[in-house]
Protein backbone atom coordinates (compact mmCIF):
# COMPACT_ATOMS: atom_id res chain seq x y z
CA UNK A 1 0.00 0.00 0.00
CA UNK A 2 1.20 3.51 -0.89
CA UNK A 3 1.28 6.36 1.90
CA UNK A 4 -2.34 7.76 2.50
CA UNK A 5 -1.43 10.72 3.74
CA UNK A 6 2.05 12.35 2.46
CA UNK A 7 4.24 12.63 5.22
CA UNK A 8 5.01 16.97 5.96
CA UNK A 9 7.30 19.02 6.16
CA UNK A 10 7.69 22.25 7.20
CA UNK A 11 4.39 23.75 6.02
CA UNK A 12 2.72 20.80 6.86
CA UNK A 13 4.30 19.95 10.79
CA UNK A 14 4.68 23.63 11.56
CA UNK A 15 7.81 24.80 13.35
CA UNK A 16 8.03 22.89 16.43
CA UNK A 17 6.71 19.34 14.88
CA UNK A 18 9.19 19.79 12.27
CA UNK A 19 12.19 19.91 14.80
CA UNK A 20 10.91 17.01 16.60
CA UNK A 21 10.67 15.16 13.35
CA UNK A 22 14.18 15.97 12.43
CA UNK A 23 15.29 15.69 15.92
CA UNK A 24 13.49 12.01 16.30
CA UNK A 25 14.73 10.91 12.89
CA UNK A 26 18.15 11.50 13.61
CA UNK A 27 17.98 9.74 17.10
CA UNK A 28 16.01 6.53 14.54
CA UNK A 29 19.48 6.37 12.66
CA UNK A 30 16.91 7.57 9.64
CA UNK A 31 16.94 10.88 7.53
CA UNK A 32 12.95 10.79 7.45
CA UNK A 33 11.41 8.80 10.30
CA UNK A 34 8.06 8.54 8.61
CA UNK A 35 6.12 7.76 11.09
CA UNK A 36 6.67 10.91 12.69
CA UNK A 37 6.73 13.28 9.69
CA UNK A 38 2.66 11.95 9.39
CA UNK A 39 1.85 11.90 12.29
CA UNK A 40 3.10 15.28 13.26
CA UNK A 41 0.74 16.64 11.03
CA UNK A 42 -1.75 16.94 13.43
CA UNK A 43 0.10 19.79 15.37
CA UNK A 44 -0.44 19.35 18.84
CA UNK A 45 -2.00 16.01 19.05
CA UNK A 46 1.10 15.01 18.00
CA UNK A 47 3.23 16.15 21.18
CA UNK A 48 0.41 14.95 23.16
CA UNK A 49 0.84 11.27 21.76
CA UNK A 50 4.97 12.35 21.75
CA UNK A 51 4.55 12.82 25.46
CA UNK A 52 2.03 10.07 26.40
CA UNK A 53 4.37 7.41 24.60
CA UNK A 54 7.83 8.76 26.22
CA UNK A 55 6.24 8.32 29.99
CA UNK A 56 5.47 4.77 28.78
CA UNK A 57 9.03 3.54 26.61
CA UNK A 58 11.49 4.75 27.83
CA UNK A 59 10.13 6.36 30.85
CA UNK A 60 8.36 3.80 32.28
CA UNK A 61 8.28 1.27 35.31
CA UNK A 62 8.72 -1.73 33.07
CA UNK A 63 12.02 -2.35 32.42
CA UNK A 64 13.38 -1.00 28.81
CA UNK A 65 13.90 -4.60 27.96
CA UNK A 66 10.42 -6.22 29.09
CA UNK A 67 9.28 -3.36 26.95
CA UNK A 68 11.11 -4.14 23.98
CA UNK A 69 9.66 -7.80 24.62
CA UNK A 70 6.49 -6.25 24.52
CA UNK A 71 6.62 -4.29 21.69
CA UNK A 72 8.39 -6.62 19.77
CA UNK A 73 5.32 -9.06 20.40
CA UNK A 74 2.64 -6.91 19.49
CA UNK A 75 4.53 -5.76 16.69
CA UNK A 76 4.89 -9.43 15.44
CA UNK A 77 1.36 -10.17 16.09
CA UNK A 78 0.05 -6.98 14.51
CA UNK A 79 2.40 -7.80 11.22
CA UNK A 80 3.82 -4.43 11.39
CA UNK A 81 6.91 -4.00 9.75
CA UNK A 82 7.56 -0.28 10.49
CA UNK A 83 7.25 -1.20 14.64
CA UNK A 84 9.73 -3.88 13.74
CA UNK A 85 12.20 -2.21 12.34
CA UNK A 86 12.75 0.12 14.72
CA UNK A 87 12.29 -1.73 17.90
CA UNK A 88 14.40 -4.38 16.18
CA UNK A 89 17.47 -1.63 16.42
CA UNK A 90 16.19 -0.53 19.78
CA UNK A 91 15.84 -4.15 21.56
CA UNK A 92 19.45 -4.54 20.38
CA UNK A 93 20.54 -2.01 22.44
CA UNK A 94 17.76 -3.76 25.75
CA UNK A 95 18.99 -6.96 25.35
CA UNK A 96 17.15 -8.28 22.85
CA UNK A 97 20.03 -10.27 20.82
CA UNK A 98 18.72 -12.69 17.87
CA UNK A 99 18.65 -15.89 19.87
CA UNK A 100 15.98 -14.01 22.03
CA UNK A 101 14.53 -11.96 19.17
CA UNK A 102 13.38 -15.82 17.47
CA UNK A 103 11.85 -16.68 21.41
CA UNK A 104 9.59 -13.66 21.03
CA UNK A 105 8.25 -14.72 17.72
CA UNK A 106 7.70 -18.01 18.65
CA UNK A 107 5.72 -16.77 21.39
CA UNK A 108 4.94 -17.91 25.16
CA UNK A 109 5.23 -21.27 24.62
CA UNK A 110 8.92 -21.47 23.12
CA UNK A 111 11.17 -22.83 25.50
CA UNK A 112 13.28 -20.89 27.75
CA UNK A 113 11.34 -18.30 28.89
CA UNK A 114 11.33 -17.49 32.91
CA UNK A 115 7.96 -17.90 34.82
CA UNK A 116 7.72 -13.79 34.49
CA UNK A 117 8.89 -13.50 30.63
CA UNK A 118 6.32 -16.64 29.89
CA UNK A 119 3.42 -14.77 31.65
CA UNK A 120 4.38 -11.30 30.11
CA UNK A 121 4.28 -12.26 26.86
CA UNK A 122 1.21 -14.63 27.50
CA UNK A 123 -0.52 -11.47 28.50
CA UNK A 124 0.35 -9.65 25.25
CA UNK A 125 -0.66 -12.19 22.91
CA UNK A 126 -4.53 -12.50 25.07
CA UNK A 127 -4.66 -9.22 25.24
CA UNK A 128 -4.09 -8.54 21.33
CA UNK A 129 -6.47 -11.68 20.60
CA UNK A 130 -9.09 -10.17 22.97
CA UNK A 131 -8.74 -7.20 24.08
CA UNK A 132 -9.22 -8.16 27.80
CA UNK A 133 -6.84 -10.38 30.37
CA UNK A 134 -8.44 -13.23 32.08
CA UNK A 135 -8.60 -13.41 35.70
CA UNK A 136 -5.85 -16.66 35.26
CA UNK A 137 -3.47 -14.61 33.08
CA UNK A 138 -3.90 -11.29 34.68
CA UNK A 139 -3.53 -12.71 38.37
CA UNK A 140 0.31 -14.57 36.46
CA UNK A 141 1.56 -11.23 35.50
CA UNK A 142 0.37 -9.61 38.44
CA UNK A 143 2.57 -11.92 40.30
CA UNK A 144 5.91 -10.39 38.94
CA UNK A 145 4.50 -7.29 38.44
CA UNK A 146 2.88 -3.86 41.11
CA UNK A 147 -0.58 -2.18 40.20
CA UNK A 148 1.52 0.46 38.55
CA UNK A 149 2.79 -1.82 36.00
CA UNK A 150 -0.02 -3.56 35.36
CA UNK A 151 -1.51 -0.48 34.09
CA UNK A 152 1.34 0.56 32.39
CA UNK A 153 1.85 -2.59 30.91
CA UNK A 154 -1.83 -2.58 29.54
CA UNK A 155 -1.12 1.06 28.02
CA UNK A 156 2.11 -0.35 26.64
CA UNK A 157 0.26 -3.01 24.71
CA UNK A 158 -2.32 -0.49 23.65
CA UNK A 159 -0.27 1.99 23.07
CA UNK A 160 1.36 -0.26 20.35
CA UNK A 161 -1.31 -1.69 19.34
CA UNK A 162 -3.14 1.66 18.60
CA UNK A 163 0.48 3.04 16.46
CA UNK A 164 0.37 -0.69 14.24
CA UNK A 165 -2.96 0.16 13.42
CA UNK A 166 -2.40 3.81 12.53
CA UNK A 167 0.49 2.63 10.66
CA UNK A 168 -1.21 0.44 8.54
CA UNK A 169 -4.26 2.46 7.93
CA UNK A 170 -2.16 5.56 7.13
CA UNK A 171 0.30 3.71 4.92
CA UNK A 172 3.24 4.41 6.81
CA UNK A 173 6.08 3.73 4.49
CA UNK A 174 9.04 2.01 6.07
CA UNK A 175 11.76 4.02 7.28
CA UNK A 176 15.64 3.56 5.34
CA UNK A 177 18.49 3.39 8.44
CA UNK A 178 21.98 4.92 8.13
CA UNK A 179 24.48 2.82 8.24
Known amino acids: MSARITPGRLRELGPINWVLWQVLSAASGTRDAQLFSTLGRTKGT ?41 HIRLGRRAGVDATLLARVLAGPTAPGWSDRHRALLTAVDELIATENLGDDTWSALAAHFDERRMVEFVLLVGQYDMLATSIATLGVRRDTFRR
Open 46 to 86: FRGWLHFGAGLMPGGRISRHETELVILRVAHLRGCDYEMDH
